[in-house]
């Protein structure tokens, strides 16, 4: 099992987080009577990155006939592998709780379906999303008192907005990887009997909003305190394939503001990768774990992220596609050639060209 450590309030971070020393190998040359000390080896660190989780509905009827590792056994090599995985969790994890009214698809889990999550590797979740608050405050509370107990950190909704913006930095091979998520769907309400939203106040439960002067706000706190900075963000047109210009151009100001690297998601379906000065924009990585009928509902990615001296070196992109409605896998023959080419067109949108090798497409970051 992975060994994580998350710091949760900036207090924490300032204590524990002071940039490490360089490693020194040990290994001294002699030379024209100097010494020459051998350059410190690269800090190097892998991320896997998914999208949608939702463990209710079809997928929780599947979960109670196998187990609570069903939907993530042909992928958690990948997972569990990763220095840190992170996906967005679109579903509650409670038996708390009322429906909103009037909001017609709602999400809510077992509990105990979060074991599968933690055995699958997963080390932070995004609840910065459209979901999490299906059965309300109750609900949102006890799924995070759920990730809490786990030991899996969450990013994105809190009790007010305070905590909802709190990030979360996790530390790893020396390597401090800071974490922000919002959500773009913040201000919907469904019932005018019943005008509860999404957003966090100072008094509210609720997700993070999207709002670009608290991100830009969030980014300039963070940004000392991490090596690497992830921001997570709940948005774009649902079940398209096409990144609007509205958000290209707010994903360049997010990487302006300082941040590393944008994991989107929402859309449900696969959209490109762009590298933008040298940083990774993911705009939507689709469903992971999904019960979802369409094809283009089905085709998704996983990406393994592999990071050196605080920079992508290179991000591969394993083709999945998502069976009996629940369990995301790497597939064969046809299908495999349809996804891939998928991922392939959508990134070559954005000038970001990779090469295909085995069972993954590989984007250098040049």
């Keep these: 099992m992975k060994k994580i450590v998350f710091l949760l309030l900036i207090c924490v971070i300032l204590t524990a987080c002071s940039r490490p020393e360089a490693v020194e190998t040990g290994q001294v040359i ?3 009577e100097q010494e020459i000390v051998a350059d410190p080896l690269p800090k190097q660190l892998i991320m896997a990155a998914v999208g949608d989780i939702m463990l209710a509905r079809v997928v929780g ?3 109670r006939n196998n187990s609570v590792n069903y939907p993530f056994e042909k992928t958690s090599f990948i997972t569990s592998r990763a220095d840190i995985s992170f996906g967005n ?3 509650t994890l409670a038996t708390s709780g009322t429906r909103l009214p009037g909001k017609v698809i709602w999400f809510q889990a077992a509990p105990e379906t979060s074991i599968g999550l933690k055995n699958a590797g997963f080390d932070v979740l995004s609840l910065a999303n459209n979901h999490i608050l299906d059965y309300d405050t109750p609900a949102l509370m006890e799924t995070i008192a759920t990730l809490e107990t786990l030991g899996i950190g969450y990013v994105g909704a809190g009790e007010n907005l305070e905590q ?4 979360i930095v996790v530390v790893k091979n020396d390597v401090r990887v800071g974490f ?3 959500n773009e769907f913040y201000n919907y309400y469904w019932s005018n009997s019943y005008k509860r939203t999404f957003e966090a106040t100072q008094d509210i439960a609720g997700t993070a909003p999207m709002k670009a002067e608290l991100i830009e706000e969030d ?12 921001v ?3 948005w774009g047109i649902e079940e398209s394939n096409k990144v609007t210009k509205e958000q290209q151009e707010l994903a360049h100001r997010i990487i302006d503001w300082g941040a590393d690297m944008i994991l989107g998601h929402h859309p449900h379906v696969l959209q490109g990768m762009e590298f933008y000065k040298g940083k990774l924009i993911a705009y939507s990585l689709g469903n992971f774990v999904f019960d979802q009928n369409d094809e283009n509902n089905k085709q998704s990615m996983i990406l393994e992220i592999f990071l050196e001296d605080n920079n992508v070196k290179e991000v591969h992109a394993y083709p999945i596609y998502i069976m009996d ?13 349809i996804i891939t080419k998928k991922i392939t067109d959508l990134c070559r949108t954005f000038g970001t060209e990779g090469r295909v090798e085995d069972d993954r497409i590989i984007f250098e970051n040049r």
């Design 30 to 32: 002699q030379e024209t």
């Design 61 to 63: 009827s599947r979960i």
């Design 89 to 91: 969790l679109e579903t």
């Design 164 to 167: 909802a913006r709190r990030p």
């Design 180 to 182: 922000l998520a919002y």
């Design 219 to 230: 980014i300039k706190k963070l940004r000392n305190l991490c090596d690497i900075l992830v």
């Design 232 to 234: 997570s963000l709940h």
């Design 325 to 337: 409605k629940s369990q995301p896998q790497i597939p064969q023959n046809q299908q495999k050639k």
